[in-house]
């Protein structure tokens, strides 16, 4: 026999009987932890707590780039430690039945199968594939049978016919209605068993009891812990799920289940109140001097004079302080500059570091979307690099930045090329203009069209960033049509895009509007859509801009409701103040 090769150690189980990369990298993330230590004791002493005394839902909220997926994971290897299952999600499912078919697999990865669900869910895919390519389904089966599982991202649901669950917003329920209808019989007559109709036209309504009852198995021999990341993208559709779920919609859930949830916003106390006795929230803060640095020092940063400078510039955001305690000393009286280059200095060549800030302008990305400000036939494998970036988030096809990566990124570019900043933000409104146009929809029907108006939001936070004193106008005069076609979530955007456009171009006009229309948004409440779309109105009728909004027209070549009889024609600075991008605050700094 040959002699064995002489390992210092075991290749087999690695430090801390770890049998995999995955664990060793979980055990040195845990290692530089830093701060959060309350937390994570009082999470490790509930699992143990007894029932009279222990909670069953964990909230934590905060600012992004504050720490919360990675206290998340902190939680998660507590959890594993303490020999306990653990699964987490976040909003790279593409909808609700993939959150429940992602929480079955990785328990079953860990030897908690879920053989129940597993099969039900499998039964559901094959359905679900048979009506999708059947060439004799009516088009209104494949449409019913798409609309019941909601995408991510969609930031809309709404109410539909009883017993469909909630379905896009982009359809209304009367033609929810009108589709189940059309299909009741094709369906009845596929299937034959009514089970498999309400299995395809409501999953998770049929699928949800069957998870609820392995879990119940699971948990005679293992705690169980399931996590929930990126809450504020996924709480449109998993938090009507949960609230059911905890209700005991499903079936009783076991005692040894506890619930995390992460996001940047407290769970809303008007729906959560309730479940008050079993919750507890943390709000994750900046970390403290002390705190600061620890980290500091774990980076191998101890000049005092730079320990100052770096928690100066820092604030005590986790996030910014690790890349500026990576960055050295470089650029140290340049927070965006050193930001910005701590993100990209692993990247060798000048013209990646300029592809990736210049990909940063756009909210969301796609290879046609890169092609606009690069080279089309480079876009493909730009994509392809930028998928790879640690400050890049994969969704649905779609990349998207880390928010606090993404702000200094865009900020640098406006500050080093201002005219060019600016061309690339009309070149990209320009190609979500004819985005929108290539969809050919009819008048007002577009309104109801979903990705139509989320191009139009994209569109207009382009132009408020390429030239805000000419478009911001028409964009409040969209946002005030919005109010009337759309339920909250979607009025939000526009918001939204006004307070990123504000933030992102430096126009006092914009910021002076984000601030004005934050009266209609209270903390923790709803929009007040109709005194929103009056006071709109009202404003833009003072200012001479156009017609009202409830007498708007159709400018025939674009099918895209404005104001007045041409695009364009809705200029001015003044509307809030204010002069072109330039010497204003940004929202944030």
Not at 28 to 51: K, M, T, W, Y
Not at 230 to 250: F, I, K
Not at 323 to 340: C, F, I, N, R, W
Not at 492 to 505: F, G, K, M, T
Request: aromatic residues 8%; hydrophobic residues 40%.
């Amino acid at each position: 026999m040959r002699p064995r090769a002489p390992w210092h150690d075991d290749p087999v189980v690695g430090p801390g009987g770890a049998r995999s990369l995955q664990e060793v990298l979980r055990q040195r993330q845990g290692s530089e932890f830093v701060g959060r230590r309350q937390q994570c004791d009082a999470f490790r002493a509930n699992l143990h707590a007894p029932v009279a005394e222990r909670k069953f839902v964990f909230g934590l909220h905060g600012q992004a780039g504050i720490g919360k997926t990675f206290l998340l994971r902190q939680l998660r290897e507590i959890s594993l430690q303490d020999s306990a299952l653990v699964a987490i999600t976040d909003d790279t499912e593409s909808n609700l039945v993939r959150v429940l078919a992602a929480i079955a697999r990785q328990l079953a990865g860990q030897g908690g199968e879920a053989r129940n669900f597993a099969q039900r869910f499998a039964e559901y895919e094959r359905r679900h594939d048979e009506v999708l390519s059947d060439p004799q389904a009516p088009s209104e089966a494949r449409e019913l049978v798409l609309s019941t599982a909601i995408r991510f991202g969609l930031g809309v649901v709404r109410a539909a016919a009883p017993g469909l669950g909630p379905v896009a917003d982009a359809v209304p329920p009367e033609k929810i209605q009108e589709w189940v209808e059309h299909c009741r019989g094709y369906l009845a007559k596929r299937f034959g068993s009514q089970a498999d109709v309400r299995l395809l036209l409501s999953p998770v309504e049929e699928l949800s009891p069957h998870l609820v009852e392995d879990l119940r198995k699971i948990t005679r021999h293992r705690r169980l812990v399931v996590l929930f990341d990126n809450y504020e993208r996924t709480s449109e559709v998993v938090e009507p799920w949960l609230l059911r779920l905890l209700q005991g919609h499903y079936g009783d859930l076991p005692l040894g289940l506890v619930i995390g949830i992460a996001g940047q916003h407290p769970l809303d106390f008007n729906r959560w109140g309730e479940f008050s006795s079993i919750t507890v929230s943390w709000r994750l803060d900046p970390f403290t001097p002390e705190e600061a640095r620890t980290l500091l020092d774990r980076k191998g940063v101890r000049d005092p004079d730079l320990v100052d400078v770096v928690l100066e510039l820092s604030g005590g955001l986790p996030l910014l302080l690790a890349g500026l305690a990576e960055s050295g000393d470089d650029d140290v009286h340049d927070p965006t500059g050193m930001a910005v280059a701590r993100f990209l200095n692993f990247v060798p060549e000048q013209e990646s570091r300029d592809d990736a800030v210049l990909a940063a302008l756009p909210r969301v990305l796609d290879e046609d979307v890169l092609a606009v400000l690069r080279e089309p036939g480079r876009a493909v494998g730009l994509f392809r690099w930028l998928r790879e970036r640690p400050f890049v988030h994969e969704n649905q096809g779609q990349l998207q930045y880390h928010q606090v990566v993404r702000e200094k990124m865009v900020r640098y570019e406006r500050g080093r090329a201002p005219r060019r900043f600016r061309q690339h933000h009309q070149a990209l409104a320009e190609h979500f203009l004819q985005r929108r146009d290539e969809l050919g929809l009819p008048g007002d029907s577009c309104w109801y069209d979903w990705e139509w108006r989320t191009l139009l939001v994209e569109e207009f936070y382009h132009r408020l960033c390429s030239a805000a004193h000419r478009w911001l106008p028409e964009a409040l005069h969209h946002c005030a049509v919005a109010c009337g076609f759309e339920t909250e979530p979607a009025v939000r955007a526009w918001l939204d895009a006004i307070a990123s456009a504000a933030r992102d171009s430096g126009s006092s006009a914009v910021l002076a509007c984000a601030r004005d229309l934050q009266r209609f948004v209270p903390p923790g409440g709803s929009v007040d859509r109709v005194e929103l779309q009056r006071y709109l109105t009202r404003r833009l009728e003072q200012a001479g801009y156009g017609q009202p909004v409830g007498t708007r027209t159709i400018t025939p070549d674009r099918g895209t409701p404005v104001v007045g009889e041409s695009r364009g024609a809705l200029g001015g600075a003044s509307f809030f103040g204010g002069d072109e991008q330039g010497s204003a605050p940004v929202i944030g700094e």
